[in-house]
């Protein structure tokens, strides 16, 4: 079953909220990451820690050149 984008952003956005409410300022990054993780999950929305997103230079291709946190 495919989400509309605009139902995707309205559940994104309520976990933010509720993140943001509950657990206020002054954590680890780590500690927001997966929180969010879980409240994403929580609203049926599949997600993934730090991936892995490759990079390519000079035909050269680094499979770690950088990492989405989600």
């Known amino acids: ?3 509309p984008p ?3 952003t309205r559940r994104i956005v309520d976990a933010a909220y509720q993140l943001h409410t509950s657990l206020g300022p002054g954590l680890l990054e780590a ?4 929180a969010l993780v879980y409240e994403l999950q929580k609203r049926g929305l599949r ?3 730090q991936v892995p997103i490759p990079v390519e230079y000079d035909g ?3 499979d770690e050149g ?3 946190d989600l």
């Open 60 to 62: 050269l291709r680094f």
């Open 47 to 49: 997600v993934r820690r």
């Open 66 to 68: 950088f990492r989405a």
């Open 6 to 8: 605009s139902e995707i």
């Open 1 to 3: 079953m495919s989400i």
């Open 31 to 34: 500690v927001y990451e997966a």
